[in-house]
């Protein structure tokens, strides 16, 4: 593995929300500052991070899906998840804390 993998592989989360678990990356530093001026909204963060779930079903997509369960598919994560307010707002939240965690490690280690 080289360092870059071992670098992204740093920035992986799990984030549970209700009965799924969604898997992203946080964004770095840079990213995050980059969201912050521009005004990025929650559910483009939840958009732009998320590469995997498990236990999402249709149902949790959309009113009136089955309860099957849905293979992760970044076109459809891309087109359900503005609409998906209970999901997104969870995930932005926990991509942000990850972040601002990241930020402030970073600021402990300098002053010691």
Do not use: H
């Not at 740093?10 to 992203?24: A, G, Y």
């Not at 991509?95 to 300098?110: G, M, P, S, V, W």
């Amino acid at each position: 593995m080289s360092l870059a993998d071992k670098i992204r592989e740093s920035r992986r989360i799990e984030i549970p929300v209700k009965e799924m678990k969604f898997f992203s990356s946080r964004p770095s530093v840079e990213e995050y500052g980059a969201m912050y001026l521009k005004g990025t909204t929650n559910a483009e963060v939840a958009r732009r991070y998320v590469d995997g779930w498990e236990g999402v079903r249709e149902c949790d997509l959309f009113p009136g899906g089955s309860k099957n369960e849905v293979k992760f598919d970044k076109e459809l994560w891309r087109e359900a998840i503005g609409d998906l307010m209970e999901i997104y707002n969870p995930i932005a939240e926990a991509l942000i804390a990850a972040t601002q965690k990241q930020i402030e490690a970073k600021a402990k280690n300098k002053k010691n």
